[in-house]
Antibody, heavy 122, light 110 residues
Framework: EVQLLESGGGLVQSGGSLRLSCAASGFSFSSYAMLWVRQAPGKGLEWVSVISGSGGSTYYADSVKGRFTISRDNSKSTLYLQMNSLRAEDTAIYFC???????????????WGQGTQVTVSS | QSVLTQPPSVSAAPGQKVTISCSGSSSNIGNNYVFWYQQLPGTAPKLLIYDNNKRPSGIPDRFSGSKSGTSATLGITGLQTGDEADYYCGTWDSSLSAGVFGGGTKLTVL
Protein backbone atom coordinates (compact mmCIF):
# COMPACT_ATOMS: atom_id res chain seq x y z
CA GLU A 1 0.00 0.00 0.00
CA VAL A 2 1.37 3.39 -1.01
CA GLN A 3 1.76 5.75 1.92
CA LEU A 4 2.99 9.33 1.95
CA LEU A 5 3.46 11.20 5.20
CA GLU A 6 4.35 14.89 5.20
CA SER A 7 5.95 16.67 8.13
CA GLY A 8 7.81 19.87 8.92
CA GLY A 9 5.02 22.38 8.60
CA GLY A 10 4.44 25.10 11.15
CA LEU A 11 4.30 28.82 11.85
CA VAL A 12 7.14 30.97 10.53
CA GLN A 13 7.69 34.68 10.14
CA SER A 14 7.79 36.38 6.77
CA GLY A 15 11.28 36.07 5.29
CA GLY A 16 11.97 32.90 7.23
CA SER A 17 12.69 29.36 6.12
CA LEU A 18 11.14 25.94 6.57
CA ARG A 19 11.93 22.45 5.28
CA LEU A 20 9.13 20.01 4.57
CA SER A 21 9.62 16.26 4.40
CA CYS A 22 7.54 13.51 2.85
CA ALA A 23 8.26 9.94 3.92
CA ALA A 24 7.19 7.41 1.31
CA SER A 25 6.55 3.68 1.49
CA GLY A 26 4.82 0.92 -0.43
CA PHE A 27 6.44 1.50 -3.84
CA SER A 28 9.83 1.71 -5.49
CA PHE A 29 10.56 5.29 -4.48
CA SER A 30 13.55 5.89 -6.73
CA SER A 31 11.58 4.82 -9.83
CA TYR A 32 9.04 7.62 -9.61
CA ALA A 33 9.10 11.38 -9.84
CA MET A 34 7.62 13.11 -6.81
CA LEU A 35 5.81 16.41 -6.57
CA TRP A 36 4.56 19.08 -4.20
CA VAL A 37 1.17 20.77 -4.54
CA ARG A 38 -0.22 23.39 -2.18
CA GLN A 39 -3.64 24.76 -1.30
CA ALA A 40 -4.12 28.16 0.30
CA PRO A 41 -7.04 28.57 2.72
CA GLY A 42 -10.31 28.42 0.81
CA LYS A 43 -8.51 28.30 -2.54
CA GLY A 44 -7.80 25.74 -5.24
CA LEU A 45 -4.84 23.50 -5.87
CA GLU A 46 -1.56 25.11 -6.93
CA TRP A 47 1.20 22.98 -8.45
CA VAL A 48 4.56 23.79 -6.81
CA SER A 49 7.36 21.52 -7.99
CA VAL A 50 8.37 18.09 -9.29
CA ILE A 51 11.62 16.12 -9.14
CA SER A 52 12.58 13.12 -11.26
CA GLY A 53 13.26 9.74 -9.72
CA SER A 54 17.02 10.17 -9.88
CA GLY A 55 16.81 13.75 -8.65
CA GLY A 56 18.55 14.98 -11.76
CA SER A 57 15.63 17.00 -13.11
CA THR A 58 13.57 19.54 -11.22
CA TYR A 59 10.80 21.91 -12.25
CA TYR A 60 9.14 24.76 -10.36
CA ALA A 61 6.13 27.03 -10.54
CA ASP A 62 7.10 30.63 -11.29
CA SER A 63 5.64 31.69 -7.93
CA VAL A 64 8.30 29.74 -6.00
CA LYS A 65 11.23 29.66 -8.43
CA GLY A 66 14.42 30.89 -6.79
CA ARG A 67 12.96 30.56 -3.28
CA PHE A 68 12.02 26.87 -3.00
CA THR A 69 14.23 23.84 -3.65
CA ILE A 70 12.91 20.33 -4.13
CA SER A 71 15.20 17.39 -3.38
CA ARG A 72 15.05 13.73 -2.46
CA ASP A 73 17.03 11.07 -0.63
CA ASN A 74 16.30 7.76 -2.33
CA SER A 75 18.19 5.83 0.37
CA LYS A 76 15.63 7.12 2.88
CA SER A 77 12.60 7.17 0.52
CA THR A 78 12.07 10.77 1.50
CA LEU A 79 11.15 13.86 -0.48
CA TYR A 80 11.98 17.37 0.71
CA LEU A 81 10.95 20.95 0.01
CA GLN A 82 13.27 23.66 1.29
CA MET A 83 11.34 26.91 1.46
CA ASN A 84 13.26 30.17 1.87
CA SER A 85 12.24 33.84 1.82
CA LEU A 86 8.74 32.83 2.82
CA ARG A 87 5.86 35.22 2.20
CA ALA A 88 2.34 35.48 3.58
CA GLU A 89 1.02 34.17 0.26
CA ASP A 90 2.93 30.92 0.80
CA THR A 91 0.51 30.07 3.62
CA ALA A 92 -1.14 26.82 2.57
CA ILE A 93 -1.48 23.11 3.12
CA TYR A 94 1.39 21.42 1.29
CA PHE A 95 0.71 17.99 -0.20
CA CYS A 96 3.30 15.61 -1.56
CA UNK A 97 2.28 13.20 -4.30
CA UNK A 98 3.74 10.33 -6.27
CA UNK A 99 3.93 10.87 -10.02
CA UNK A 100 1.65 8.56 -11.91
CA UNK A 101 4.09 7.11 -14.42
CA UNK A 102 7.22 5.10 -13.66
CA UNK A 103 10.54 6.63 -14.76
CA UNK A 104 9.03 9.53 -16.74
CA UNK A 105 8.15 12.96 -15.27
CA UNK A 106 4.46 13.57 -15.88
CA UNK A 107 4.00 16.13 -13.14
CA UNK A 108 0.63 14.88 -11.92
CA UNK A 109 0.14 12.62 -8.93
CA UNK A 110 -1.81 9.45 -8.35
CA UNK A 111 -1.26 8.98 -4.62
CA TRP A 112 -1.27 11.94 -2.24
CA GLY A 113 -0.33 12.50 1.38
CA GLN A 114 -2.66 14.19 3.84
CA GLY A 115 -0.69 17.43 3.80
CA THR A 116 1.15 19.63 6.26
CA GLN A 117 0.11 23.16 7.18
CA VAL A 118 2.50 26.05 6.60
CA THR A 119 1.56 29.44 8.03
CA VAL A 120 3.64 32.52 7.29
CA SER A 121 2.96 35.47 9.54
CA SER A 122 3.61 38.99 8.37
CA GLN B 1 -6.00 33.37 -12.50
CA SER B 2 -5.59 29.68 -13.32
CA VAL B 3 -4.03 28.50 -16.58
CA LEU B 4 -6.88 26.02 -17.00
CA THR B 5 -10.45 27.33 -16.88
CA GLN B 6 -13.24 25.50 -15.06
CA PRO B 7 -16.73 26.67 -14.10
CA PRO B 8 -16.81 27.66 -10.42
CA SER B 9 -19.85 25.52 -9.69
CA VAL B 10 -22.26 23.00 -11.14
CA SER B 11 -25.31 21.35 -9.66
CA ALA B 12 -27.75 18.58 -10.44
CA ALA B 13 -30.25 16.32 -8.73
CA PRO B 14 -29.45 12.86 -7.35
CA GLY B 15 -29.44 10.25 -10.09
CA GLN B 16 -28.84 12.81 -12.82
CA LYS B 17 -25.75 13.44 -14.93
CA VAL B 18 -23.37 16.39 -14.80
CA THR B 19 -20.39 17.47 -16.86
CA ILE B 20 -17.50 19.70 -15.82
CA SER B 21 -15.44 21.43 -18.48
CA CYS B 22 -11.76 22.32 -18.44
CA SER B 23 -10.38 24.67 -21.08
CA GLY B 24 -6.73 25.24 -21.84
CA SER B 25 -4.39 25.75 -24.75
CA SER B 26 -2.09 23.90 -27.12
CA SER B 27 0.79 24.09 -24.63
CA ASN B 28 -1.11 22.19 -21.96
CA ILE B 29 -4.31 20.24 -22.68
CA GLY B 30 -3.70 20.26 -26.42
CA ASN B 31 -0.50 18.24 -26.15
CA ASN B 32 -0.52 16.54 -22.78
CA TYR B 33 -2.66 14.10 -20.84
CA VAL B 34 -5.42 15.46 -18.62
CA PHE B 35 -6.02 14.35 -15.06
CA TRP B 36 -9.10 14.86 -12.89
CA TYR B 37 -9.20 14.93 -9.10
CA GLN B 38 -11.96 14.85 -6.51
CA GLN B 39 -11.43 16.65 -3.21
CA LEU B 40 -13.92 16.05 -0.42
CA PRO B 41 -13.97 18.68 2.33
CA GLY B 42 -10.93 18.49 4.59
CA THR B 43 -9.25 15.68 2.67
CA ALA B 44 -6.45 15.25 0.15
CA PRO B 45 -7.25 15.18 -3.58
CA LYS B 46 -8.08 11.77 -5.03
CA LEU B 47 -7.28 10.76 -8.59
CA LEU B 48 -10.42 10.09 -10.61
CA ILE B 49 -9.22 10.11 -14.22
CA TYR B 50 -5.74 9.92 -15.77
CA ASP B 51 -4.49 10.04 -19.34
CA ASN B 52 -7.67 11.87 -20.43
CA ASN B 53 -10.10 9.01 -19.97
CA LYS B 54 -8.69 6.17 -17.85
CA ARG B 55 -9.96 5.30 -14.39
CA PRO B 56 -7.72 4.01 -11.60
CA SER B 57 -8.86 0.76 -10.02
CA GLY B 58 -11.62 1.37 -7.52
CA ILE B 59 -13.10 4.37 -9.32
CA PRO B 60 -16.64 3.51 -10.48
CA ASP B 61 -17.54 3.78 -14.15
CA ARG B 62 -20.00 6.55 -13.26
CA PHE B 63 -16.97 8.79 -13.69
CA SER B 64 -15.66 9.36 -17.21
CA GLY B 65 -13.25 11.68 -18.96
CA SER B 66 -12.81 12.93 -22.49
CA LYS B 67 -10.62 15.37 -24.37
CA SER B 68 -11.05 17.24 -27.62
CA GLY B 69 -8.45 19.68 -28.84
CA THR B 70 -7.63 22.08 -26.01
CA SER B 71 -10.60 21.18 -23.80
CA ALA B 72 -11.44 18.30 -21.53
CA THR B 73 -14.61 17.16 -19.81
CA LEU B 74 -15.37 15.15 -16.70
CA GLY B 75 -18.71 13.37 -16.67
CA ILE B 76 -20.47 11.96 -13.64
CA THR B 77 -23.64 9.90 -14.01
CA GLY B 78 -26.01 8.56 -11.38
CA LEU B 79 -25.17 11.42 -9.04
CA GLN B 80 -25.04 10.65 -5.34
CA THR B 81 -24.92 13.00 -2.37
CA GLY B 82 -21.47 11.59 -1.64
CA ASP B 83 -20.25 13.07 -4.92
CA GLU B 84 -20.52 16.57 -3.48
CA ALA B 85 -16.94 17.80 -3.64
CA ASP B 86 -14.52 20.07 -5.45
CA TYR B 87 -13.24 18.75 -8.78
CA TYR B 88 -9.97 19.82 -10.40
CA CYS B 89 -8.45 19.22 -13.80
CA GLY B 90 -4.69 19.21 -14.18
CA THR B 91 -2.03 18.65 -16.78
CA TRP B 92 1.54 19.51 -17.75
CA ASP B 93 2.23 22.78 -19.53
CA SER B 94 5.07 22.37 -22.00
CA SER B 95 5.66 26.13 -22.34
CA LEU B 96 5.83 26.73 -18.58
CA SER B 97 7.64 23.42 -17.93
CA ALA B 98 5.35 23.06 -14.94
CA GLY B 99 2.16 21.39 -13.90
CA VAL B 100 -1.04 23.41 -13.95
CA PHE B 101 -4.49 23.01 -12.41
CA GLY B 102 -7.88 24.47 -13.10
CA GLY B 103 -9.45 26.71 -10.47
CA GLY B 104 -11.75 23.92 -9.33
CA THR B 105 -15.48 23.27 -9.66
CA LYS B 106 -17.77 22.80 -6.69
CA LEU B 107 -20.37 20.13 -7.35
CA THR B 108 -23.64 20.39 -5.46
CA VAL B 109 -26.06 17.48 -5.55
CA LEU B 110 -29.41 19.08 -4.84
Amino acid sequence: EVQLLESGGGLVQSGGSLRLSCAASGFSFSSYAMLWVRQAPGKGLEWVSVISGSGGSTYYADSVKGRFTISRDNSKSTLYLQMNSLRAEDTAIYFCAKDRVIIKVVGMGDYWGQGTQVTVSS
Amino acid sequence: QSVLTQPPSVSAAPGQKVTISCSGSSSNIGNNYVFWYQQLPGTAPKLLIYDNNKRPSGIPDRFSGSKSGTSATLGITGLQTGDEADYYCGTWDSSLSAGVFGGGTKLTVL
